[in-house]
């Protein structure tokens, strides 16, 4: 009997996989590509506009439903895979998994909790699963971002994958990197192949709170403007600098999630991270304030060379300013530095 459910539920996937992969292999192609950026971008410049003009909220609107139709889901096919990989290489009973929640989108990040076959301890960790449908998100994703860095005429280069596997390398590696360089981060234990195209980055699971779902205060941008300059000196660039990747627990803000950025100016990309913060804290405290702290850890010049990103950091779809903080976020940098 269970065999042949076991049968029966392949012939039901084999369609399903092979529509997912005529669909990678469509919106992977070039032409395709550009069509649906030209497109996402018109829509996406309208709705700025709109805001802009008539105080709407349609931008906000387009990029959560853009975000939601696109947005991969955790199947029971999926949850069996990880239910495998935590039993065999982590030693866990009793497994549950729920969705991590938050602004997911380029990935599935999820909770994996159960009982340690030995201690009976109960443990926790944060598995994020990446595959081919991630990285057609992120190449379109960076498509709209190089429509910003020529209209921008900024000397900056977002860099694509190749496959899910390439994705959760780049982050493992980057986590790994800020963890030896002083930073916290999530400790990585693992990556592992679940089935077909996916992918699982399993990493330590930090108790605690974004950073757009807390207030802001002096402590915490000190320690923000620190991990940055601690990046900079050590040749990280983050490329997705956002509240939402930040993380504080037991009062120490811990970082998440890293893009793939081009490394062969240097300058120019720890600016792009140095502006996204700024517009990421001038969001919650008065810009004033936020640029007296970056000028404990930052000089004037690199102050300057982050208000020139301010207008590029902008095209990210996950900052939404109003136009009198981008003013006075504009005019701080130019009266402090």
Known sequence: MSAGRTVYRKRLAAPHRLAERAAYVILNN??????LVC?????????????RFFGTRMR????????????????????????????????LKKIKIKL?????????????????????????YLAKIMNERSVIKHNYMTLMRKLGVLAEGVDLRFDEYRCGLEMGEYEKQCLERLREGGVNAPEVYGLHRLGGDDYMLVMEYITGKPLSKVAIDGPMMDQLFQILRTMRDKGIFHGDVKLDNFML????????????????????AA???????????VGKVPARQVINHARRYFSDAELKKAGDMIDMALYKSDLDLGENRIRELKESLVIES
């Open 30 to 35: 070039f032409v395709v590509e550009a069509i």
């Open 39 to 51: 497109l996402l971008g018109a829509l996406y410049l309208g709705t700025s506009a709109a805001d």
């Open 60 to 91: 906000r609107a387009f990029v959560g439903w853009m975000q939601a139709i696109s947005r991969d889901r955790l199947n029971f096919l999926r949850k069996a895979q990880i239910r495998h990989v935590f039993k065999r290489k982590y030693g």
């Open 100 to 124: 991590a929640g938050g602004s997911y989108w380029l990935s599935i990040p999820c909770i994996v909790r159960g009982l340690d076959k030995e201690t009976r301890e109960e443990k926790k």
């Open 249 to 268: 627990s037991g009062g120490r803000v811990f970082v998440f999630d890293c893009l793939k950025i081009d490394r062969s100016e240097a300058g120019v």
């Open 271 to 281: 600016a792009f991270d140095l502006a996204c913060l700024l517009c990421g804290l």
